[in-house]
């Protein structure tokens, strides 16, 4: 019980962080809901693939919320935190390391799923996208996305060196996974060599699958083979974090 | 003696420097201990091993009886740390970070006694990134003692500190082992270890090279007479009348004498008779910061 209410305490001071430092409640929280805005303007009109754009990139809008709170969002937190010795004076008191980083990704889960909520909405509610039959797919699809980029946030933490240099570091890192994954447009006449390293990516995967729900109706066979693909990522980044995860300064 | 910290024969490498050559040592429970040496020395490799950051290499070390790097939760119920930079969430208040860093003990001191005895009260509701270096440096401290710990560690506490922002923060450490709290504490200050220290460990390059009181390390030294080198006068024939061993000559001699009152009186009379004067006349006890320097000087 103690520990439960550890947890929650742990969580709401990880909301209170998060909702204060108005810089990085911006990047990850309203420039996903910015984007929305600013494509569902700029798509009113067009077409992909015979389905109107807004069924194409509310979709889209859902990885890249996923990949900019999880990924993004842990990957920038925790390598300041651990550059500026705050996840080091964490270590030296009896808080267990699980509980703090649990309560981080539990808090982060929050967000997302805020951004989840105000996304279907303004789909829904200003550009026409109703929320799908199978919207517990959709809540599922968010569900595994971000325990897999959480894990890769997690992992990469290790090869960001410096806090200054951390958002380009990581920016650098999931803006062109974006693109050639298709988050904003089609990516069909892609170079070859792209669309095999897209394929081979998670959030090809992952969008492919969202956009079936959005679609199709549902998830068919094709994208849930996909999402092992999404799984060997998710496993992979897990697998490195907790092998790899430091706590103290690299001092970069 | 009750011991709360027991080190021996400690050693521990990175890649080829040894940083730790086979540390011995020991502190009593409610002592104020301080480790001594210049950067380099090994301070913070050894204070990171009884925190439980890094493990030895080889020896033995028990804090409170247990062994810091197996001692998990249990053990940092028991210390508390303030490390040379430990970063604090930017954007909360001192007061709500040393309550939520109290939820983490399971007997923590009371939020506002803490803020009271490092004195940040007044600061309770400033976030913590508006606070001065000075306060910043008190909630690391706050930080620290709010699981009420039997052992602290100060990993260089008053580096950077301005002379009154220092002898601040030397009140607030003597009044906690005042407490009862057995205080470990790293520094390159020779007048830190002096203000607060019962006992002293100097090192240098990983080993112990001096331990004892303060005031007590190593031979004291001799005390010097220095003067002008007066013109046309044999130095020799001075170090003669000053009973003394000439340790410097040309345009300024010095002396190392055994009985300064005896050879001042026979230097003086000696001046007096041959109406010349002694310019520049000093007498000299090396102070405690030229053994410390002589002390952790490298080896020629």
Redesign the interface.
Known sequence: MTGVR?FV?QVR?EQ??YW??GASAIFTFFLPIFFVVVLGLFGRNRKVDGEPYSSFFIPGMLGMAIVMTTFAGLAITLVI?RE???L??V??????PAVYLGALVASTAIVLALETIVVLALGDLAFDVPLPDHWYEVIALVVAGAASFAGLGIAVTRYVPSAEGSSAVVNAIYLPILFASGAFFPVDDLPAVVSVLADALPLTHLLDALRAVFIDGGVGRDELLGLIVVALWGCGGAVLALRTFRW??RGG | MDIAIQIRDLRKSYGPLEAVRGVTLEVARGEIFALLGPNGAGKTSIVEILEGYRGADAGEVRVLGMDPATGGTAYRERIGIVLQAGGVYPYMSVREVVALFAGWYAKPRPVDEVLAKVDLGDAADRRVRLLSGGQRRRLDVALALVGDPEVLFLDEPTTGFDPGARRAAWETIAGLAAGGTTIFLTTHYMEEAQALAQRVAVLRQGEIVATGHPSALGEPGRTQIRFASPTGVDAAALAVIAEGTLLASGDRLVFEVDDPTRSLHRLTGWAVEQQTTLEHLEVVRPSLEDVYLALTAEEA
Request: hydrophobic content about 20%.
């Open positions: 550890r305490r001071a209170r962080v204060r430092n935190r500026r010795g705050m080091k004076r270590r030296g008191t009896p808080l267990p103290e300064p």
